[in-house]
């Protein structure tokens, strides 16, 4: 009977032919992952408490990003702790202030269709955007995951979002999840995205992680996007999962808890106002909105893609003097691309500020956090009251071209202007 990709993932984790959605099932987890906040300072004194040892180290990676690097002794302190229970243990794939975890997983060739990952962080899912199934849990359910290499789940229905039509310049994988938070809201618990057609199909690798990241603000267990040839290319193993392309893809007849077909080339860029993912406008509607500080930084928002956005934007002109533009890039290897192609030195020409590469403000740590009263436009994926600072601060959510236009204008601004010039 026809199956839908993560149908056909769970029924192999939990060595099954077939599963039908609301079944519980206990999967065995191809790799688990969690960083410095959620992993060893929760999960190790649990398993000295249960005398228990990780089941399997080679299967576990393990990352330094929020709370890298330390600014106090209780941030040393976490740090500290995760670099010896990771020697301690023998875990291999440990990232130190190399970059965010999900951006590791990808850059690092961790990820491969087919696979069943847990980690331990809600943006877990933008691992999906490979063709594996990753959902986020809790330290308790990660600890389980430790000690056994398995976890129960209720196998999810799925939503299919289709999209066509060519994006405009100036709106990007950013604006559809934005404009999908409203759509779909983001109450779609035990549900899956699996997001398909011509518009996805064309994206790269970078933008389509993008779409499965946010799959959290959905509400989703997690995203997915069947594996196709620029899936291989992203993978520094591609070429030997080629023959796994065809056998992960949903049937064509496969059934879906609901269809949504959408068209791409419509949609103006989108502005998430405070405080939720889902109070989504289109930019023209943010009126005179001034802000003090413009962020570029997180998993999502602050790939080496996402940094040339804001180079086009920014090339030749100068951060209005009101305002602060602060930019975390996602890994080190981005930097060094950044660096190697002069778009970190448009960023800081037009007067950004560079900051350590991390989770950072995103996560409401390090440098970047807000005061009472100040309004900030960000290219992180949640705008949650108190999420990057003060509980009376308020942050809008937008693109990279986006940040950077409002950057310029010292109030939230389309960009749209200031891509047309650019050749």
């Not at 020697?87 to 491969?112: K, P, W």
């Amino acid at each position: 009977m026809a199956s839908t990709l993560v149908e056909k993932i769970i029924a192999r984790a939990c060595g099954r032919d077939r599963v039908v959605p609301g079944e519980i099932v206990t999967c065995k987890v191809d790799l688990a992952m969690f960083h410095d906040s959620s992993g060893p300072r929760r999960i190790a004194p649990r398993l000295k408490e249960l005398g228990a040892k990780v089941w399997d180290p080679s299967k576990v990676v393990v990352a330094t990003d929020h709370f890298v690097p330390a600014i106090d002794e209780a941030s040393a302190a976490i740090l500290k702790l995760t670099r010896e229970w990771v020697r301690e243990v023998g875990i291999s794939s440990f990232y130190d202030m190399q970059g965010i975890c999900h951006i590791m997983l990808a850059e690092r060739g961790h990820l491969a269709p087919g696979m069943f990952c847990a980690g331990g962080d809600s943006h877990s899912t933008m691992a999906g955007a490979f063709g594996c199934y990753m959902a986020g849990f809790g330290s308790t359910e990660m600890t389980g995951i430790m000690v056994t290499g398995e976890i129960w789940t209720r196998v999810p229905e799925t939503i299919l979002v289709h999209w066509s039509g060519q994006l405009a310049d100036g709106t990007t994988a950013k604006d559809l999840m934005l404009f999908l938070c409203k759509y779909l809201g983001m109450e779609n618990s035990f549900k899956v995205v699996e997001y398909a057609g011509p518009t996805v199909a064309a994206m790269s690798m970078s933008e389509r992680m993008v779409l499965t990241n946010m799959a959290a603000e959905l509400g989703a267990e997690t995203g997915i996007i069947a594996p196709d040839a620029i899936t291989l290319d992203a993978m520094p193993s591609g070429k030997r999962h080629a023959a796994m392309v065809d056998a992960w893809q949903s049937d064509s007849d496969a059934r879906y808890e609901v269809r949504h077909d959408l068209d791409a080339s419509t949609l103006p860029p989108q502005v998430a106002l405070p405080h939720a993912p889902d109070n989504t406008v289109a930019v023209t509607d943010v009126k005179e909105q001034h802000i003090d500080q413009a962020y570029i930084g997180a998993c999502v928002g602050a790939k080496l893609s996402d940094l040339h956005m804001a180079a086009r934007v920014l090339k030749g002109r100068k951060v209005a003097d009101a305002v602060r533009l602060l930019v975390a890039p996602a890994s080190r290897q981005t930097v060094n691309a950044a660096t190697a192609d002069g778009t970190l030195g448009t960023l800081l020409d037009a007067g950004a500020i560079l900051l350590p590469t991390g989770c950072g403000a995103c996560a409401g740590l390090g440098a970047g956090v807000l005061a009472a009263g100040e309004v900030c436009i960000s290219s992180t994926n949640r705008n949650f009251r108190g999420r990057m600072g003060h509980k009376d601060a308020a942050v809008f959510l937008g693109s990279p071209f986006t940040v950077a236009a409002s950057a310029i204008e010292g109030r939230i601004a389309d960009p749209r202007p200031y891509l047309a010039s650019v050749t």
